[in-house]
T-cell receptor, first 114, second 113 residues
Framework: EAGVVQSPRYKIIEKKQPVAFWCNPISGHNTLYWYLQNLGQGPELLIRYENEEAVDDSQLPKDRFSAERLKGVDSTLKIQPAELGDSAVYLC????????????FGPGTRLLVL | AQSVTQLGSHVSVSEGALVLLRCNYSSSVPPYLFWYVQYPNQGLQLLLKYTSAATLVKGINGFEAEFKKSETSFHLTKPSAHMSDAAEYFCAVSIAGRRALTFGSGTRLQVQP
């Protein structure tokens, strides 16, 4: 069974440029998460989807970040414009919808903003 | 709100020695508890999880953890460390009302030959 797929794996951009990350969850997983992981820290939730609906986006900086999950499968996270402080690893995870279900993580996208 | 504290950002053990990584949680409702491992430039991989069944949970690669409600702890142990265990370990908690994981800050495990 294929795991969570993310692309690109690495991205280097200049500040003020836009950037987008893509995630394909495990087949059949209706819940999808985007986490932000700063260097030396644990991941922090940005947004959680159940099917197409964003049900927890309280930690998403909505002035520059946006996300979508069309058709309840793949998801895209966008930053526009990027700032130096956005340099981090962006992790996507997926799970079944039941409480306590294991979240399976992708390899992440490492973003460097210059 | 739930939170996780991992004591010790770095732990170093000799190969063959006991591994003990500490995790304490705070939650006003019964929690689900997880340990994940992260190797360099990779995502997180589940080691084990507690979901209110047995308090002693066995995971992959010889790791296990014990849920102690009275101590609000979920420490991770392995009887004998292997060089391949060197990685970053994260403890995480989720509750019924908010399924997203709240992670600790991680513990980097070094295994000395």
């Amino acid at each position: 069974e294929a795991g969570v797929v993310q692309s690109p794996r690495y991205k280097i951009i200049e500040k003020k440029q836009p950037v987008a990350f893509w995630c394909n969850p495990i087949s059949g997983h209706n819940t999808l998460y985007w986490y932000l992981q700063n260097l030396g820290q644990g991941p922090e939730l940005l947004i959680r989807y159940e099917n197409e609906e964003a049900v927890d986006d309280s930690q998403l900086p909505k002035d520059r970040f946006s996300a979508e999950r069309l058709k309840g499968v793949d998801s895209t996270l966008k930053i526009q414009p990027a700032e130096l402080g956005d340099s981090a690893v962006y992790l996507c995870a997926s799970s079944l919808m039941a409480v306590g279900e294991t979240q399976y993580f992708g390899p992440g996208t490492r973003l460097l903003v210059l | 709100a739930q939170s996780v504290t991992q004591l010790g950002s770095h732990v170093s053990v000799s190969e063959g020695a006991l591994v003990l990584l500490r995790c304490n949680y705070s939650s006003s409702v019964p929690p689900y508890l997880f340990w994940y491992v992260q190797y360099p430039n990779q995502g997180l991989q589940l080691l084990l999880k507690y979901t209110s069944a047995a308090t002693l949970v066995k995971g992959i690669n010889g790791f296990e953890a014990e849920f102690k409600k009275s101590e609000t702890s979920f420490h991770l142990t392995k009887p004998s460390a292997h060089m391949s265990d060197a990685a970053e370990y994260f403890c995480a908690v989720s509750i019924a009302g908010r399924r997203a994981l709240t992670f600790g800050s991680g513990t980097r495990l070094q295994v000395q030959p």
